[in-house]
C-alpha cells in the first residue's frame, strides 16, 4: 500500500461501487488485503437511484419461506449481499415482493459503509494503461505482470497490482439501424404515461425494459408496437430471470386480444421522418413481407452493453463477438490482459443466459469465488475445504446437506459446483461453491479422484413446462436423468476424466430427503469407491431429523 500526494497504489483496484465491486471489497476487506474501490459517485449502488426506469425490481424479495436457515433463506432472497450470519438484510429495507430500486441503492450503500469498505468516492477513471516495467511505486507482482495504472477525471493516478472491472452495463447498445438517431434511448426517454396520449408507438426490443416501458403505457398510449428479430422469450420457460418475466407480459393479453398492441418479430431496416411522425421499414422474419408502418414515438429499449472506452490502445480487452461483453476466462480474468479481472453483470460472459450471473443473487457467488481464486493465485491459499470421511455413508450425508440448504448451488445452477476430493493417501476434503469449468481446469482441485455436487434443470426441457404429461414421477427413480426440474446432479471423475453421472429425481417440495433420494445416491457413491451400500429409509437416518415438509410430489 502506498499513497504519494496524488498516486494511489493498491496491490487491487476495484472499479464499480455497485453490488458486485461491494461484495468483492467485503472479502478483501475480511482479509485485511490492500484493495480500494474506485466509484464515480457520491455513494455505492447508484446505479440503482436511476435504473430501471419505471423504479420496480425484477429481483425477488421473498419474506416468509417457512425456514430460518439464512443460508436456505438466500434461495429467495435475491437482493441481498453475502455478509455475517448477523448481517442486516435487504429485507429491513423493502417489505415489498418486487421492490423500489430505491431500496436498492440504500441497501449496497449501507452495505458498504456499516462494513467500512474503502471506497474513494467522485472519482471517475477516464483513463487505463499498462505500467512500463520498473514504474515507480509498482514492483511486479507475485503474479507475474507490471499492473495498471489508472488516471481519473480530477487528475488523480492509481496503480493496481491487479484490477476488477465492476463497473456493470453502463452504455445503452445502439442496434445499427439507419436513423436510429431518431429514436428516444431508454435513458432519456419520459417515464410519464400521460405524455404519451393517443399517441401510436414503436418500441425497440422485446426484453424486460420494453415490455416494462409497454405496460407503463396501455392505458394511454393508442397502440404500441414492440419489434425485434427474435421472438419472445419467457423467464418461466427457459429458467434464465433476465428473459420476459410473468409481472412484465400483459401486453401479450392485449395483442392477442386485439386491442390495438402488437408484438413483431421483424428487422427494422431504416427510420425517417415525415412531418410530424416517423416512419418504421419493417422486414418480417417469418415471411418475405416488407412494410413501412407509422407512430408518432420511436423508443429505444435494446439493453445496455459495457463500455471498454477507458482503457488506453495498448490494453484494449478483447471482446465477445456480440460487442456487449467483454471476453474473459473460467477466473473472470481479460482473455488478452493479465490481472485484468472483471465482476458483477460482466461475469454473465461464462454462462451468458444460461444462468443467474447477470444479476446480484447470481454474481454475489461469483465475487465470493474470485476472492477464493485471488486468494489462491496471489498467495498460495487453497481453497476452503471441510475434511470428511471417505465413506458412502459420510460422502453421501455431507452431499444431501448441502444440496437441501446451499444458495449457491441453487442459484447458480450448473455453473457452480461442491467438489469433494478423494486423497489417495487417505481421507476426503469438502470444498463449496467452486465454478464447474473452473475446478475442471485445475488439477490441484479435481485431484486423481473426486465428485463434483451440482443444482441443474433436465436438458430435455419440456415444450411447454406447465404440462406435466411425460414428466418423471418420484417412484421412477431409474428415470432420474429424465427430471425436467431442478434437481441435484453428481459426477463421478477420475483425473479430470468423467467417469460416470447420477441423477437425484426431482422433487416438488426441492427438499432431497426420502428414500427415492438417498439410497440411489449412496449406492451411486459406494458403487464408485467400490464398496456395496445398504439402505436407509430416508435422510434422517444419516443425519439427525430435519424439519417437516409437505408430502406432495411431482408425478
Given at each position: 500500500m502506498s499513497d504519494d500526494g496524488n498516486l494511489v497504489v493498491r496491490d487491487y483496484v476495484i472499479i464499480g461501487g455497485g453490488p458486485a465491486g461491494v461484495q468483492l471489497g467485503y472479502y478483501l476487506q475480511q482479509a485485511q488485503r490492500d484493495y480500494v474501490i474506485v466509484e464515480a459517485e457520491s455513494s455505492c449502488g447508484a446505479f440503482f437511484r436511476r435504473h430501471p426506469r419505471h423504479r420496480k425490481l425484477l429481483s425477488v424479495n421473498k419474506l416468509y419461506t417457512g425456514c430460518s436457515d439464512r443460508e436456505r433463506q438466500l434461495r429467495w432472497d435475491w437482493n441481498s449481499l453475502l455478509g455475517p450470519e448477523d448481517d442486516v438484510?435487504?429485507?429491513?429495507?423493502?417489505?415489498?415482493?418486487?421492490?423500489?430500486?430505491?431500496?436498492?441503492?440504500?441497501?449496497?450503500?449501507?452495505?458498504?459503509?456499516?462494513?467500512?469498505?474503502?471506497?474513494?468516492?467522485?472519482?471517475?477513471?477516464?483513463?487505463?494503461?499498462r505500467l512500463s516495467h520498473g514504474s515507480a511505486g509498482q514492483g511486479k507482482g507475485e503474479h507475474g505482470h507490471e499492473g495498471y495504472e489508472l488516471t481519473a477525471q480530477d487528475g488523480k493516478r492509481i496503480r493496481a497490482r491487479r484490477l476488477i472491472i465492476a463497473s456493470g452495463f453502463t452504455q445503452p447498445h445502439i442496434p445499427t439501424v439507419d436513423g436510429i438517431e431518431l429514436s428516444e434511448p431508454y435513458t432519456e426517454m419520459s417515464t410519464e404515461p400521460s405524455d404519451y396520449i393517443d399517441q401510436r408507438v414503436l418500441i425497440l426490443g422485446k426484453g424486460n425494459s420494453a415490455f416494462e416501458t409497454a405496460d407503463s403505457l396501455v392505458s394511454t398510449a393508442r397502440s404500441i408496437h414492440l419489434v425485434s428479430p427474435q421472438p419472445v422469450e419467457f423467464a418461466w420457460r427457459s429458467h434464465f430471470v433476465g428473459h420476459l418475466r410473468a409481472v412484465n407480459n400483459n401486453l401479450l393479453d392485449t395483442y392477442q386480444l386485439k386491442i390495438q398492441n402488437a408484438v413483431l418479430d421483424a428487422h427494422v431496416d431504416h427510420i425517417r421522418r415525415e412531418g410530424s411522425a416517423y416512419v418504421a421499414r419493417m422486414r418480417y422474419v417469418h415471411n418475405t413481407e416488407v412494410e413501412d408502418l407509422t407512430y408518432d414515438r420511436v423508443l429505444n429499449c435494446t439493453g445496455f452493453r459495457f463500455d471498454p472506452s477507458f482503457f488506453e490502445a495498448d490494453c484494449w480487452p478483447e471482446m465477445r463477438s456480440c460487442g456487449r461483453l467483454p471476453s474473459m476466462s473460467a477466473s473472470w480474468e481479460s482473455t488478452n490482459l493479465t490481472g485484468v479481472h472483471f465482476a458483477g453483470t460482466l461475469?454473465?460472459?461464462?454462462?451468458?443466459?444460461?444462468?443467474?450471473?447477470?444479476?446480484?443473487?447470481?454474481?454475489?457467488?461469483?465475487?465470493?469465488?474470485?476472492?477464493?481464486?485471488?486468494?489462491?493465485?496471489?498467495?498460495?491459499?487453497?481453497?476452503?475445504?471441510?475434511?470428511?470421511?471417505?465413506?458412502?455413508?459420510?460422502?453421501?450425508?455431507?452431499?444431501?446437506?448441502?444440496?437441501?440448504?446451499?444458495?449457491?448451488?441453487?442459484?447458480?445452477?450448473?455453473?457452480?459446483?461442491?467438489?469433494?476430493?478423494?486423497?489417495?493417501?487417505?481421507?476426503?476434503?469438502?470444498?463449496?461453491?467452486?465454478?464447474?469449468?473452473?475446478?475442471?481446469?485445475?488439477?490441484?482441485?479435481?485431484?486423481?479422484?473426486?465428485?463434483?455436487?451440482?443444482?441443474?434443470?433436465?436438458?430435455?426441457?419440456?415444450?411447454?413446462?406447465?404440462?406435466?404429461?411425460?414428466?418423471?414421477?418420484?417412484?421412477?427413480?431409474?428415470?432420474?436423468d429424465d427430471s425436467?426440474?431442478?434437481?441435484?446432479?453428481?459426477?463421478?471423475?477420475?483425473?479430470?476424466?468423467?467417469?460416470?453421472?447420477?441423477?437425484?429425481?426431482?422433487?416438488l417440495a426441492s427438499e432431497w430427503i426420502e428414500p427415492e433420494h438417498v439410497n440411489p445416491l449412496r449406492a451411486f457413491v459406494g458403487e464408485q469407491l467400490g464398496v456395496a451400500i445398504p439402505l436407509v429409509s430416508d435422510i434422517r437416518e444419516l443425519h439427525g431429523a430435519r424439519r417437516g415438509r409437505a408430502k406432495s410430489k411431482v408425478g
Open positions: 438484510p435487504f429485507s429491513a429495507y423493502s417489505r415489498e415482493y418486487f421492490p423500489d430500486a430505491g431500496s436498492l441503492a440504500r441497501y449496497i450503500d449501507d452495505f458498504a459503509r456499516r462494513h467500512a469498505l474503502r471506497v474513494l468516492f467522485q472519482t471517475r477513471i477516464v483513463s487505463i494503461s461475469t454473465q460472459a461464462r454462462d451468458y443466459k444460461r444462468t443467474s450471473s447477470a444479476f446480484i443473487h447470481g454474481f454475489r457467488y461469483n465475487s465470493k469465488a474470485l476472492f477464493h481464486m485471488l486468494e489462491k493465485q496471489d498467495r498460495g491459499i487453497a481453497w476452503p475445504g471441510q475434511p470428511v470421511e471417505p465413506t458412502a455413508d459420510a460422502l453421501s450425508r455431507a452431499m444431501l446437506e448441502r444440496i437441501n440448504t446451499s444458495s449457491a448451488l441453487w442459484q447458480q445452477f450448473g455453473f457452480f459446483c461442491d467438489v469433494v476430493q478423494i486423497h489417495r493417501e487417505g481421507g476426503a476434503t469438502y470444498l463449496q461453491e467452486l465454478p464447474l469449468e473452473y475446478a475442471l481446469e485445475h488439477p490441484e482441485i479435481y485431484g486423481s479422484e473426486c465428485f463434483a455436487v451440482t443444482l441443474e434443470y433436465g436438458k430435455n426441457k419440456l415444450t411447454d413446462p406447465f404440462n406435466q404429461a411425460g414428466r418423471v414421477v418420484r417412484t421412477d427413480v431409474g428415470h432420474a425436467a426440474f431442478l434437481h441435484p446432479v453428481v459426477r463421478h471423475y477420475r483425473a479430470g476424466e468423467l467417469k460416470a453421472t447420477h441423477h437425484v429425481i426431482e422433487d
